[in-house]
C-alpha cells in the first residue's frame, strides 16, 4: 500500500499559500483589533457595578462563546443583507470574527481587571484624578501586563479562525490549501505544508507576545 | 407580509418534522464524539501534563513540541491530516475513528497545558508538607497534588470540552454524518439555509450551556469551604 | 478667628444595616497635627476615607476650607456632586495608604507627577523638576528613576507620601502609614512625617504608634465605637485619660 | 506482493465501496427518510447488481469533493461516482471509467431579478455577480460566458444558491443538471438563462493499475446504458434529469458506426 | 551514657556555588528543647530542612537514634538511599513549617488522618479517632471538620503541629511557626509548644521570639553564617554572650 509523497506540485503553487497566509494575517489583524475594543467595553461593564450594562455584556458573552463560529460567519453574510447590512464577504468575515473574538477577549480582560488592587484605584482618586485617567493611566495599563500570557493564547487560537473563512470563499490559506487540492489532489502534502506555515506563524506571534512581556516586564 | 410568515414557519415546521430523524441521529453523532474525544483526549492530556511536570528533560522536551505543534494547527487541519496521513503507513481507519483520534489529539495538547499550569500553581510547600509526614511520591500525587489541581482545571477543563463539541463540526469534511453534515444534507434537499443552520447553532448552544451549568455545579458541589 | 481649615459635622457612616460612624464631630485649624487612635474597627479608616470621598457617607457634612465635600445639598436633598468636582475636592486633602499603592508600573519619579501632569495639567519638565525636589526632600533623590518593585517597604511609603504632598494639599491624611512595614524600615517613615509636622503641614493621622502621637500630635481623638471617645492635648489625655475606654485601650497597646 | 484484482477483493467482500458524497442534488443527496439516492448513488446500485446481482449490496462513504481521488489513492473505497469531471490532470492520478454523463453549465437567476436572460446579464457587464462552486477553472468558466462579470466561488451548492436568493449574486453558474433539479423543486421562482457551455463528461474513477477492475466496471456501466441493464439506467435518467431516453439501436453496435 | 536522639556530624549544604552550611556539628539528647537562633541568612532554616531530607545535602552525616539519614556510605562512596527508605525515614521527625501549609482541600481531622493512614497504615475509624484526640490537644476539638480556608492562621499553625505530632516522630521540627502570624494569634500556638515541650518530646525550634527560646528552650545554638557561632544554656547565653556577634545580634533583637 505505497503512497509516495510528491511535494513538487505544492511548491509549484507556493507563492498561493503564501498569499493566503497573508490574508489570513490581516483579517486576524484587522478583527483582533476590533475584538480587543469590544472585549475591553464588554470586560468594564462585566466587572462595573451597575446591572444595566452587565447583563447585556453577560448575555453577549454567553451566546457568542457557545455558538460554533461558523454558524456565526453564515448569519453575517447571508442573513444580514436580508436585514439591509450589506457587507462585502472580507469585511464581513471580519466583523464576525471582531464580535466572536470580543467575547472571548473579554473573558481574558476581565480577569485581568479584577486583579489589579483596588488600592490602586484609591490611590488614583486620592490624587484627583478621574475615573476615565484612572482606567487609562493605571488600570488598563497593568491589566494589559497581567493578562498578556492569556492573551497570547486566546489570540492565537483566534487566528487559527481565519481557516474558517474558507467557507464563505474568502482566499485565505486554508481556502488556496484546498483550491490547489482540488487542482492537484496532493492533498497530503498540501496540509503537510499547510499546517506547517500555521504552526510556525503561532509560533512567530508566541514568541512576539513573549517579547512583548518581557518588555512590559516590571522591573524587580 | 404577515401571512408570509406564518406561511414560512409553517413550512419550516413541517421540514423539521420531516428531518427529525436525521438530525436526531446527527445529534447523537455530535455528543458520541465530543463525549469519546473528550474522555480520551483528557486521559492523555492528564498524561501529558504528568510529564511536562514530572519528567526528565528529554521526555518535557519532546512532550513540549507536541503540545506546541498539535496547538498551533487550526483542528480542521488535525483533521484531514488524520483521516488521511495514516492510511499512508497501511494504518485504515475510518472517519469517525480518525476524527475522533484528531479531535482527542488536539484535547490532549490543552488539558496537558491546562493540568501543567494548574500543578506548577501549587505551592512547593504542599509537597514538603507531604513529604514531611512520610508519604512517598505516589501518595503525595494522588492525596495532596492531584485533588487541589484537579478543582483548579475544572473551569478551564469544561471551556475546553465545549470548544470540543464545536470543533466536531468539522468532522462533517472527512464524511462523519454529524450533525453539522446532517444540517447540510437537509438543506441541499429542501434549500432553506438559513433557517437549518440556525437551528443547528440552536442545538449546539444548547449542548454547550448545558456544558457550562453543569460545570458550575461540580465546581459548587466539589467546592471547599472557606 | 480664622475659618476652620478642616469641619466635621454629625458625619454619619453606614455599610448595608451596620453603622460604623454614628455621629462625628471634629473642627481642625490650620497646622494642626492631629493624631487618631483607637482599637480596631473604631471606624478611624473609615473617617478618613469619608473626608477623602473614597468612601459615600450617608449624613452630615464635611466642609474644608468652608466648601462642603463630596455632596450638594438642595432643598434639603443630597445630591452626589459630579464626578469631575469630586476629583478636584480629592486633590485638596493628600493621602498615603498602609499598603503604600504605589503604581507599579511606573518610576518613583512618574508616580509622584502623574497628578502634577494629569491634574495640574502642568508640563512634563515642570512636574518632573517638582517630583525631583519632593523625591529628594524624602531622601530618595537618588532612586527617582527605580521602580516600586525595586524600593524597600519603607522607601515606597516615602515615595507616596511625596506623591501625595506633591499636589500640594490643604490637608494630608496619614492611614497606619507604618504598620505594613518591617519594624527597622518605621523611623525612616516617621522621621518624613515629622519633618513635615514641624514645616506647619496640616495632618491628620491614624496610628498605632502611641508614641510617635504623642510626640509629633498637637491633639489626639481617640474614636470608639464609631464616635469620639475623648480628645485632647497628648500630654494630658495619655497620662490623664478620662475614659474608662480610653484607660483600658492603652493598657492594650504597646505605650505603657 | 501483489495481492490481487479488486475485483477478486470486492468478490470476497461481498460488498462493494463506493466513496460519494451526501449534498448535492439530483447526484448525490439524502431523501426525506434519510436514504442516500440520485444519478451516482443509481450508478453505484447498477453495478452491485453486476457484481452480486444484487443492487443492495453497496456501501457508500461519504466524502466531500476534495476528498475524491485521496480516498482511492489510499484505499478507503474501491470505486468513486460523484459527478466527478475528466480531465488529463486527473487522469494521471486515478483511472476514469467510461463516461456515465455528459454535463454543460448553465446560469440561473431569480424569476424576479433584475435580468431576465442571458442578453441582459451580459450587457450589464461588472455589475453582475455570479455565484459558482469553488473551482480552480470557475473563473475562467463564467468568464467564457460572461467576460466582465464577478466572480464568487462558493464551497457547497446550497450555499450559491443562498447567494442568489440573499442578492449577494445576480446569477448562478453551475450544471444544468444541478439547475433543472432546483428548478423543479422551486416551481416558478427562478428562470434558466437559455445559455449553455462548458462542456465535460462525468466518469467514476478506480485506483490506476488495475485492469481487471476497471475493466468490469466499464463492462457494467457500457451495458446500463447500451446493454441488459438500460431499463435501470433509463428509470434512473428520467427520475433525476426529466427526461426519456431513446432506447438503444438493435443492431449493429453503436461503438463501430 | 545513652545513645544521642541525633547526631550531625560535619554537615556541608551548599546551593551551587554557594555554600550555606559549612560544617555543623550537634549533638542532641532525647527530651532535649533545643532554639536555634541567628540572623536572616545564617542557615537555620536549612539546617532544619536538611534533617528533614527536605533538601540534599553534600557533606556530613545526620544520625537519628543512630540510623544515618538520606545517605548510605559504601566503600567511601555516598548514595542517595531509595525514595520509600527516605520516606520512612521523614516520618521519624515532624515538620511544622512558617507558612503552615496544610492541605486546603482536607478538613482538620483529614489534614491529621492522612499520614496515620497512608504511612502507618492505620484503619480510618482509629485513625480519625487520634487525629480527634490531637485536636483536642490544641484545643481545636471542636474545628475538627473546619477546612482550612475556614480557620484562623493560629488555628492553623496547631492544625499542622497535630498533624505532624500525630505521626508520633522521634523529634519535632519547628521552622519559625509564629512568624506568619498576627500578634495577637502567636500566644495561642507558643501555649501548644510549651506543653509539648513540658511533657518531654524532643524539639529543635528556630524561632526569632528571643524571650519564648529563653523561657522554653533547655539550650540554645546561636547559628552564624552557615556554623554554629555559640551555644549553650539560654540562662548564661543570653545573659552573658561570649562572642561579639551574638552580643550584636541580641542588640538588634527584640529582647533587649
Ligand atoms: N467595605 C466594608 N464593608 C462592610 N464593612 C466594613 C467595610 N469596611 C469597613 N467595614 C467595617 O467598618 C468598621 C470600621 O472599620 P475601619 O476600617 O474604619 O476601622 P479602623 O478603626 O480603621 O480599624 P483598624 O485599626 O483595624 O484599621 C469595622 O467594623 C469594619 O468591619
Ligand atoms: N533554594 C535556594 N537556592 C539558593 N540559595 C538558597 C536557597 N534557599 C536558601 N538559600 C540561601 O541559603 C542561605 C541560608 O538560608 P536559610 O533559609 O537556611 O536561612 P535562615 O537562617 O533560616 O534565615 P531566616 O531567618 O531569614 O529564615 C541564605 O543565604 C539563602 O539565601
Ligand atoms: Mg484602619
Ligand atoms: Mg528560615
Not at chain 3, 503604600?100 to 512636574?127: I, T, Y
Not at chain 3, 531622601?139 to 525595586?150: I, M, N
Not at chain 3, 505594613?180 to 516617621?190: K, N, Q, S
Not at chain 4, 460519494?20 to 440520485?38: C, E, I, V
Request: with cysteine.
Amino acid at each position: 500500500m505505497g503512497y509516495t509523497l510528491n511535494f513538487a506540485a505544492v511548491w509549484r503553487s507556493f507563492d498561493l499559500l503564501l498569499g493566503g497566509l497573508l490574508l489570513s494575517l490581516q483579517l486576524a489583524a484587522v478583527a483582533l483589533v476590533i475584538g480587543a475594543a469590544i472585549g475591553l467595553v464588554l470586560a468594564f461593564a462585566l466587572v462595573g457595578g451597575s446591572a444595566v450594562l452587565r447583563r447585556p455584556a453577560q448575555l453577549y458573552v454567553t451566546v457568542i462563546r457557545n455558538l460554533p463560529i461558523l454558524v456565526l460567519i453564515l448569519f453575517t453574510y447571508f442573513a444580514l443583507p436580508q436585514l439591509g447590512v450589506r457587507l462585502d464577504k472580507i469585511a464581513s468575515f471580519v466583523l464576525t470574527l471582531a464580535v466572536y473574538s470580543g467575547a472571548y477577549l473579554a473573558e481574558v480582560f476581565r480577569a485581568g481587571l479584577l486583579s489589579v488592587p483596588r488600592g490602586l484605584k484609591e490611590a488614583g482618586l486620592a490624587i484627583g484624578l478621574t475615573p476615565m485617567q484612572i482606567r487609562t493611566s493605571i488600570v488598563i495599563p497593568l491589566m494589559v501586563r497581567n493578562v498578556l500570557p492569556s492573551l497570547s493564547s486566546t489570540l492565537i487560537s483566534l487566528f487559527k479562525d481565519t481557516s474558517l473563512a474558507a467557507a464563505i470563499a474568502v482566499p485565505e490559506l486554508t481556502f488556496e490549501a484546498r483550491k490547489i487540492n482540488v487542482e492537484t489532489f496532493r492533498v497530503i502534502e498540501v496540509w503537510m505544508v499547510t499546517s506547517a506555515l500555521y504552526v510556525a506563524t503561532c509560533a512567530v506571534l508566541a514568541a512576539l507576545m513573549r517579547a512583548v512581556e518581557r518588555r512590559l516586564a516590571l522591573p524587580k | 407580509m404577515h401571512d408570509l410568515l406564518t406561511n414560512d414557519l409553517l413550512m419550516f415546521a413541517n421540514e423539521l418534522w420531516i428531518a427529525r430523524l436525521a438530525l436526531l441521529k446527527g445529534l447523537g453523532v455530535t455528543v458520541s464524539i465530543s463525549l469519546l474525544s473528550i474522555l480520551a483526549g483528557s486521559v492523555a492530556g492528564v498524561g501529558l501534563g504528568l510529564g511536562l511536570v514530572y519528567g526528565n528533560r528529554l521526555l518535557r522536551l519532546l512532550l513540549r513540541g507536541y503540545t506546541d505543534i498539535v496547538r498551533g494547527t487550526p483542528v480542521l487541519v488535525l483533521v484531514l491530516a488524520s483521516y488521511y496521513i495514516f492510511s499512508t503507513v497501511g494504518l485504515d481507519l475510518g472517519p469517525f475513528q480518525a476524527g475522533v483520534l484528531a479531535l482527542a489529539v488536539f484535547c490532549s495538547s490543552h488539558v496537558g497545558e491546562i493540568l501543567r499550569g494548574a500543578l506548577q500553581a501549587l505551592p512547593a510547600g504542599q509537597t514538603e508538607a507531604a513529604k514531611a509526614i512520610g508519604l512517598t511520591f505516589g501518595q503525595t500525587f494522588a492525596s495532596v497534588l492531584w485533588p487541589q489541581a484537579l478543582r483548579q482545571i475544572l473551569p478551564t477543563w469544561v471551556n475546553t470540552a465545549a470548544e470540543m463539541v464545536k470543533a466536531s463540526t468539522l468532522l462533517s469534511v472527512i464524511g462523519v454524518a454529524e450533525l453539522l453534515l446532517r444540517t447540510q444534507e437537509i438543506i441541499s434537499r429542501n434549500f432553506m439555509s438559513l433557517e437549518f443552520y440556525f437551528f443547528a447553532g440552536f442545538l449546539y448552544f444548547l449542548i454547550n450551556f448545558g456544558i457550562e451549568r453543569l460545570g458550575k455545579f461540580v465546581e459548587r458541589k466539589t467546592a471547599v469551604p472557606s | 478667628m480664622t475659618k476652620p481649615l478642616l469641619e466635621i459635622q454629625g458625619l454619619r457612616k453606614q455599610y448595608g444595616a451596620v453603622e460604623v460612624l454614628k455621629g462625628v464631630d471634629c473642627t481642625m485649624r490650620q497646622g494642626e497635627v492631629i493624631a487618631i487612635i483607637g482599637s480596631s474597627g473604631s471606624g478611624k479608616t473609615t473617617m478618613l476615607r469619608c473626608i477623602n470621598m473614597l468612601e459615600e457617607f450617608q449624613g452630615g457634612r464635611i466642609l474644608i476650607d468652608g466648601d462642603a465635600i463630596g455632596y450638594d445639598e438642595i432643598a434639603g436633598a443630597r445630591r452626589r456632586k459630579g464626578e469631575k468636582e469630586i476629583a478636584r475636592q480629592r486633590a485638596l486633602t493628600g493621602m498615603a495608604f498602609q499598603q503604600f499603592n504605589l503604581f507599579p508600573h511606573m518610576s518613583a519619579a512618574q508616580n509622584v507627577m502623574l497628578g502634577l501632569v494629569k491634574v495640574k495639567k502642568m508640563g512634563r519638565d515642570e512636574a518632573r523638576a517638582l517630583a525631583e525636589g519632593w523625591l529628594d526632600r524624602v531622601g530618595l533623590a537618588a532612586r527617582a528613576d527605580h521602580y516600586p518593585g525595586q524600593l524597600s517597604g519603607g522607601q515606597q511609603q516615602r515615595v507616596a507620601i511625596a506623591r501625595a504632598i506633591a499636589m500640594n494639599p490643604r490637608l494630608m491624611l496619614f492611614d497606619e502609614v507604618t504598620s505594613a512595614l518591617d519594624p527597622e524600615l518605621v523611623g525612616e517613615v516617621l522621621q518624613v512625617i515629622k519633618a513635615l509636622a514641624a514645616e506647619g503641614m496640616s495632618m491628620l493621622l491614624v496610628t498605632h504608634e502611641m508614641r510617635f502621637a504623642y510626640e509629633v500630635a498637637s491633639r489626639v481623638i481617640f474614636m470608639n465605637k464609631g464616635v469620639i471617645g475623648e480628645e485632647g492635648d497628648p500630654k494630658e489625655m495619655f497620662v490623664r485619660p478620662q475614659t474608662e475606654r480610653l484607660v483600658e485601650f492603652l493598657k492594650s497597646s504597646s505605650f505603657q | 506482493q501483489d495481492a490481487g484484482s479488486t475485483l477478486d477483493k470486492v468478490l470476497a467482500r461481498g460488498t462493494l465501496v463506493m466513496g460519494t458524497g451526501s449534498t448535492n442534488a439530483p447526484w448525490h443527496f439524502k431523501s426525506a427518510d434519510d436514504t442516500l439516492q440520485g444519478f451516482d448513488v443509481d450508478m453505484g446500485h447498477i453495478i452491485a447488481k453486476a457484481l452480486f446481482n444484487d443492487p443492495a449490496k453497496v456501501e457508500f462513504v461519504n466524502q466531500s469533493s476534495d476528498a475524491r481521488i485521496p480516498n482511492i489513492t489510499t484505499g478507503k473505497v474501491d470505486i468513486t461516482c460523484q459527478f466527478m469531471t475528466v480531465t488529463g490532470a486527473r487522469a494521471q492520478q486515478v483511472a476514469f471509467t467510461i463516461p456515465y454523463y455528459r454535463e454543460g453549465v448553465g446560469l440561473m437567476m431569480k424569476a424576479d431579478g433584475p435580468y431576465k436572460d442571458y442578453a441582459a446579464l451580459k450587457a450589464a457587464g461588472s455589475k453582475v455577480t455570479v455565484a459558482v462552486l469553488q473551482n480552480v477553472y470557475a473563473e475562467d468558466l463564467v468568464h467564457a460566458a460572461l467576460p466582465e462579470a464577478k466572480v464568487d466561488q462558493y464551497d457547497a451548492q446550497d450555499l450559491i444558491y443562498q447567494a442568489l436568493n440573499s442578492g449577494r449574486a445576480e446569477a448562478v453558474a453551475t450544471d444544468q443538471s444541478s439547475i433543472g433539479w432546483f428548478m423543479i423543486q422551486n416551481p416558478g421562482r427562478y428562470v434558466d438563462a437559455g445559455y449553455g457551455w462548458g462542456p465535460q463528461t462525468y466518469a467514476c474513477a478506480v485506483k490506476r493499475g488495475d485492469q481487471d477492475w476497471l475493466n468490469f466496471v466499464n463492462t457494467a456501466l457500457h451495458e446500463a446504458m447500451t446493454g441488459v441493464e438500460f431499463d435501470t439506467y433509463a428509470k434512473s435518467f428520467k427520475t433525476w434529469f426529466g427526461k426519456d431516453l431513446p432506447p438503444p439501436q438493435i443492431g449493429f453496435p453503436v461503438e463501430y458506426k
